[in-house]
């Protein structure tokens, strides 16, 4: 009997789901299918059967928004409120892969420049790269995976996915939409295993791709024993930072702020972590800040009151406890919050001038926790901001058209949200962390073009 991965909800410990778990040699097996489909070209799902799949398979899960968003909001801990814009999102994700499918073309070769290239066309066309491999993470439970499999399915890649052992429920659910959409079941294949036997399915040479979403720890340890010839999309976390200059609007940011600080408890990869506020409105910023995360309401995710919910296990609790401590005895003042709430929640913390070197400062804190530094001189708080490994996104808020511009091309980041919170985000745009934050490119058509090789072809004719 395969063992059994039991999964329980992270804000009151209940029992959600029983799932059978792959073992080493029933997740190779997976493997070996969707490599002898990637092998033959004749197998391929013509592309306009592959298009009509993903519209029907938005169709459904656009029926079943509510009853999906209950679920992830279930096993994931995001408020019902927030999981419903989740899925709103993934139809809207699933559609785009099917109407950005044909921006997948290639380009004409000149030829004729030279002696040796006369009589010749060359032109090149996109092919699927082969089999994809998807591990992916808790906190967008279902959009995530339709990030990672939905643009496999779209290419033609078979694609084997291996969603986080805490939030399995969204990822089965996707994969069995697909499936009733008409996708046969071999092109799309769930794996619920260990993290060894993940790395099995990610080290093989069989595997053309891997796609990963989650800690850079992990994801650089798997990237370094992957086989030779295997291409990677990761995608870890950064501290992102906010340039509130003294001319921005404050009013007008304050909510902008709070949200991308607050949303899902903070466990999101682009959460406003770092505020550095110019010392003439700092006092006002932090003001404003602490009596909106003051209002917000804890607690249940299925409430739909419920704006901030639980981290998603008890571990997590500790650790962000501790880095507030460690933040506070170091001369960080906390302005509100630095407590729990439970065992499973954390109140939301606004901490005003932490040092530099502690943990809430240099590191991810993944958790509901913002952080508020006074500055004099913006260069040095942007040389203060750049001063971490992560560069992802990033936000500078101001009125003046040249402070914004020069802020945006001096901040170590992959994109720069001018008079917006770092935690924007559609599913049509580049998505992408540069230096420890991750390595390619995120978003349906980029992730396509990730999956995907250019085949060039020279034809050779008198005639020509």
């Not at 506070?328 to 070197?357: F, H």
């Not at 993944?366 to 508020?372: A, E, I, N, Y």
């Amino acid at each position: 009997m395969p063992e059994k991965l039991k999964v329980y909800s992270p804000y009151d410990g209940s029992l959600i789901s029983e799932l059978d778990m792959d073992d080493e040699e029933s997740a190779l097996k997976k493997l070996e299918v969707a490599y002898n489909l990637a092998s033959k070209p004749d197998n391929l799902i013509p592309l306009p059967r592959r298009i009509e799949i993903l519209e029907k398979a938005a169709d459904i899960v656009e029926e079943r928004m509510e009853d999906y968003a209950k679920q992830s909001a279930n096993e994931g801990g995001k408020p019902l409120m927030d999981s419903r814009i989740e899925l709103a999102r993934a139809v809207q994700g699933i559609r785009e892969a099917a109407r950005s499918v044909n921006h997948l073309i290639g380009r004409e070769i000149p030829m004729g420049l030279t002696t040796s290239s006369l009589n010749r066309k060359a032109f090149t066309f996109r092919e699927p790269i082969g089999v994809v491999v998807a591990v992916s993470a808790f906190n967008h439970p279902f959009n995530l995976i339709v990030h990672q499999v939905v643009p496999a399915v779209a290419v033609g890649c078979p694609v084997i996915v291996k969603p986080a052992r805490s939030t399995p429920n969204s990822c089965v659910n996707l994969v069995n939409v697909l499936h009733e959409a008409g996708l046969p079941k071999e092109w799309c294949q769930t794996s619920i295993c260990t993290g060894k036997v993940a790395e099995k399915l990610v080290t093989d040479p069989k595997t053309s791709f891997f796609s990963f979403i989650g800690s850079g720890k992990v994801g650089w340890g798997l990237r370094s024993k992957v086989a030779p010839g295997t291409r990677c999309g990761l995608e870890h976390g950064g501290a992102a930072p906010v340039i509130f200059d003294k001319d921005a609007d404050v009013e007008d940011a304050l909510p902008l702020l709070a949200k991308g600080g607050f949303y899902h408890a903070g466990q999101v990869c682009v959460s406003v972590q770092r505020i550095y506020a110019h010392e003439d409105v700092a006092t006002q910023l932090t003001d404003g800040l602490v009596k909106l995360a003051e209002k917000m309401q804890v607690g249940d995710p299925l409430d739909d009151k419920t704006e901030v919910g639980p981290l998603i296990d008890k571990a997590e609790v500790e650790r962000v406890h501790e880095w507030v401590q460690e933040a506070e005895k170091a001369g960080g003042k906390i302005l509100t919050g630095g407590k729990k709430i439970g065992e499973t929640c954390y109140a939301p913390t606004v901490i005003l001038n932490p040092p530099d070197s502690v943990k809430v400062s240099c590191s991810e804190i993944f958790g509901p926790v913002v952080l508020v530094y006074t500055y004099k001189d913006r260069q040095e708080a942007i040389d203060r901001a750049n001063n971490v490994p992560f560069s992802f996104q990033a936000a500078v808020f101001t009125k003046n058209i040249d402070t914004a511009w020069d802020t945006v091309s001096r901040l170590n980041a992959a994109a720069v949200m001018v008079n917006d919170h770092t935690a924007f985000r559609v599913d049509w745009m580049p998505f992408a962390g540069h230096k420890a934050s991750g390595l390619g490119v995120g978003g349906m058509v980029y992730t396509m073009e990730e999956m995907t090789e250019e085949k060039m072809v020279v034809f050779r004719s008198s005639a020509l």
